[in-house]
């Protein structure tokens, strides 16, 4: 069993004299100890690939093939390789800071305590507002997809119901997470299991299909139609789809013998959902070409599998993308009342903000806090500013991370002892870190503006409300 | 005086769960394991619990602990937050090795418990914490068996006397033991029917199997039924510990 010590002694006290929780004793397979409490590690490897796979996996599929292929054509493909590139030079350093200090806070905790609290705060505050855009990103996919069934219900309607059924399914998911107290793990497993089934299914039938074997005839294409900058930019879009994994690194500190679940729950989640993408969007270009993909926008999955096996096969993609959608923004919301929580932990946020609810036992005010803001996000109806926004903040915290682990391992404090430890340092983290901040310059310049809006807020809430706060292990 | 058996008592700290009455006597020779938990929704982070909870439950906890130090027992406490119930309790009797799970109901002063007797399986344990529980006290203990079809007088004799024998050993006083044997009967239903007249049940813990998947183990069905309190005696544990 493993006997870490998370030896970092946090200090000081913010603008409400509140100070940051003390760490723990003792992390174990387990548990965490404290002095005389311990905490209960629930996930097990299962929980851990499902939160991962199951967050990732509604956008890339569902939402993005008609937006990646309308930018770059049939290289698309590679847009979506290259994301999973990246998140894979991430995910890998993440391994090794989360087998370190397998602590709730995920990205959040490994840079303020690796690298000191103005970089936590930023990351955290950031981290939080990330998630929301993404929550709001995958609730107006879910409003595409829901839309799409009226549609297939020859049902008409007088005006598009996208934002709408975005907002409602906002609402009920906030409200079902403050009151619902029946294990959703469980479902959320199913769910993932489902999903993987029924594209599995669908994409084996593609393929053979694209390659001839029943009797299909495939459109040759110009791989680099549209040139390569494209596929850059497109790279920089669908990023979105590989956040998932972090959220794994958020409920650190409930994973079961996390020095063995997290490595192979985040490196296995970006290895499989990147094969599903690539195949995805193959298989989508080669039903249509690139140019009638991208015609049809957010749903051409469904569109696809109309192609491919007529209504059934249409039916069942569109059950599977809301599925996919609705789990992803419930996990997304999730992870944004975690981050709330280490922030308010760490005395960067009112203690107030993490209050359990006394009837549900749920983090009302943190769900809350998530919740509300996602609505106005979704209200936007902005797929792509809401989807870079999101990946821009998310590849901020990636860079960091990566930054965090050479600092980490350059100094060797003695409490930094991860038992997983990343192969090929330092070239690895180092390559993690210039292609987070790399794919950031390829983005839209309104997204880069928001993005760089948000941290300067969340560095100046820091300055105001816990300047004095020191989170920074002893390096 | 024959060694403590450590006997898990949990408690739900935070729902009102408290320790009822008598139990603190009943188990008063025990080693007493007491863990008190909390099982919060998975939308929750166990810190954050925690962080608003631990005062209280710690508080709580301190009560019961000297609840059962009052009447002689040795007590040991652990208070966990946890997602999982389950996992906890079966983690907590693992590394206290406890011979035997308290289902935690009011009593009254105890006079007279019934064990049920199974099969040969787990006798040496079920011996030890009955002795170790009930030996210094004026309890009487009747061993009750249900007979299968296929099981003959003479081997429920050997499997009651063995036990006796073993009691004895322990140093329960051979006037305090009675047996019991009953045939042709569903052994669940004739065993709550049997503690109706009696102020605890021993009994041992149930190898999981399909129907226990889909009933429930019959200890927590007895416990469900019979409104005293119920001591499941755990088995052996594994020699190395099958992980996930």
Known sequence: ?475 | MTDRPSVLVPIRVLEGESVPEGVPELLADAHVVLLGYHVIPEQTATGQAQMQFEERANERLDDYASMFEEVGATVERRLVFTHDGQKTIDRTIAEHDCMAVLVPNATRSVEDVLVAVRGTVGIDRLARVVAGVFAETDVSVTLYHVAETDESDGDVETLLEGLDERLEELGVEPSAIETRVERDRDALDAIVEAADEFDAVVMGETDPSLTTFVFGMPADQVADRFLGPVLVVQREPASSATEE
């Open chain 1, 1 to 475: 069993m493993a006997d870490e010590r998370a030896d970092v002694e946090p200090a000081g006290r913010n603008v409400a004299g509140e100070a940051p929780a003390t760490e723990p004793k003792a992390v174990t397979d387990d548990t965490t100890v404290h002095d005389d409490v311990e905490l209960e590690r629930t996930i097990g490897l299962v929980g851990g690939l499902a939160i991962g796979i199951g967050t990732m996996i509604g956008a890339g599929i569902f939402v993005f093939p008609g937006l990646a292929a309308a930018n770059a054509g049939l290289a698309a493909t590679l847009s979506f390789a290259i994301g999973g590139v990246i998140a894979l030079l991430v995910a890998l350093p993440t391994s090794e800071l989360a087998t370190a200090m397998p602590r709730s806070g995920g990205g959040y905790y490994f840079i303020s305590r690796g690298m000191g609290t103005a970089y936590g705060a930023i990351v955290g505050l950031g981290l939080w507002l990330g998630l929301m855009f993404a929550s709001a990103f995958y609730l107006v996919g879910l409003g595409h997809y829901a839309s799409a069934v009226f549609a297939e219900l020859g049902v008409a309607l007088p005006v598009s119901p996208v934002i709408g059924i975005g907002l409602l399914f906002g609402a009920g998911l906030t409200a079902l997470s403050i009151g619902g107290t029946e294990n959703t793990a469980s479902l959320q497993n199913a769910v993932v299991g489902i999903l993987l089934v029924v594209l599995t299914a669908f994409l084996s039938y593609g393929v053979l299909d694209a390659v001839g074997v029943f009797g299909g005839e495939s459109v040759p294409e110009t791989f680099f139609a549209r040139g390569y900058f494209p596929v850059l930019t497109t790279a920089a879009l669908v990023f979105t789809s590989y956040l998932g994994f972090a959220q794994v690194a958020t409920v650190a500190g409930e994973i079961k013998r996390p020095g063995r679940n997290l490595p192979l729950a985040m490196v296995g989640s970006v290895v499989v959902v990147t094969v599903f993408y690539v195949v995805t969007i193959f298989v989508a270009t080669s039903a249509f070409g690139a140019e009638r993909l991208g015609q049809f926008g957010e749903t051409a999955m469904v569109e696809v599998a109309r192609e491919f096996l007529g209504v059934p096969g249409a039916i069942a993609i569109l059950g599977a993308g809301l599925l996919a959608t609705f789990s992803s923004a419930n996990a997304s919301i999730l992870s944004a009342s975690r981050a709330v929580y280490a922030l308010s932990r760490d005395a960067l946020l009112p203690r107030k903000a993490s209050e359990v609810n006394l009837r549900y036992g749920t983090p009302h005010v943190a769900l809350l806090s998530a919740g509300g803001p996602i609505l106005v996000l979704v209200a936007t109806g902005q797929v792509e500013l809401l989807a870079e926004v999101a990946s821009f903040l998310h590849l901020i915290m990636y860079g960091l991370m990566c930054v965090a682990l050479i600092v980490l391992r350059r100094r060797d404090p003695p409490w930094y002892a991860p038992s997983y430890r990343v192969p090929g340092y330092p070239v690895v983290p180092a390559a993690g870190a210039l292609a987070s901040f790399g794919l950031i310059a390829f983005m839209q310049p309104a997204s880069i503006g928001v993005g760089i809006v948000v941290m300067a807020g969340s560095y100046l809430w820091y300055r105001y409300y816990a300047g004095d706060v020191d989170l920074k292990g002893d390096i």
